[in-house]
């Protein structure tokens, strides 16, 4: 398989925040989506932004961004559609997502998820981790998902599906076990953006 190319979301509202954009808010030296790319950009080929709006806020980034396709805010399926189909354009098979507000997230994000699409003939992997109740708690805005499935995603759309788990669960899709609780600990509000802070 060739390596994934690596999608940040960044296209919600960030109503819990105010509004804005989390990934532009400073963390340390620099901002939260700093973290992401810096992350994400030595595990996979290339890396593109996922973001509705004005694209000229983040030409500082000099990474391509991608719009959603899908009309109003239908939540991150709607950015991996965007992903799958810049992918299809590049000539690729695969992408990995991370979400833009989660900048700690683990260094081997993609191996693990590759390692745990082994067999699969389209892969299709959500990064989890353990839970008290649940046993695992997946995380869907982490993932490996195949560009084959594009249309699919984009017919599930159109037809009103919004649930992550509940698309990858009709594809019986896989998850990849992530060890730490905090492995994904995501940035939603300011109290969340100061434990970030701490964090660092
Ligand atoms: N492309 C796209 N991504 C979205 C959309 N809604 C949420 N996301 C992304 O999905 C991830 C998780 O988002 P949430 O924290 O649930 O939503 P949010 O809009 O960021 O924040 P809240 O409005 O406070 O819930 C983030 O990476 C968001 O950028 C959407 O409508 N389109």
């Known amino acids: 398989m060739k390596q994934p190319l690596g999608v940040i979301l960044a296209g919600g509202q ?27 950009t030595p595990q996979v080929d290339r890396v593109a932004l996922n973001a509705n709006g004005d694209a000229a806020r983040f030409a500082g980034l000099k990474l391509p961004v991608l719009p959603d396709s899908i009309d109003g805010f239908a939540g991150p399926l709607a950015g991996v559609l965007a992903g ?15 979400a833009a507000d989660t900048p700690f997230f683990p260094g081997d994000l993609v191996p693990q998820l590759l390692l745990a699409s082994e067999g ?3 892969p299709l992997v959500l990064a989890a981790t353990p839970d008290a109740k649940r046993g695992t708690a997946r995380h869907p805005t982490f993932g490996l998902w195949p560009v084959a499935l594009r249309d699919d995603l984009r017919a599930a759309l159109q037809g009103g599906l919004r649930k992550v788990v509940m698309w990858t669960q009709t594809h019986e899709g ?5 060890p730490h ?12 953006l100061a434990r970030a802070q701490e964090m660092i």
């Open 174 to 178: 896989r998850e990849a076990l992530f």
């Open 84 to 98: 799958l189909d810049w992918a299809a354009e590049q000539g690729a098979d695969t992408i990995v997502t991370a």
């Open 181 to 192: 609780e905090d492995a994904f600990f995501n940035i939603n509000t300011p109290q969340d």
């Open 14 to 40: 960030a109503t819990r925040m105010g509004g804005g954009d989390k990934g532009l808010l400073q963390l340390g030296v620099q901002s939260v989506l700093g973290h992401v790319i810096e992350r994400l």
């Open 120 to 122: 699969m003939t389209h």
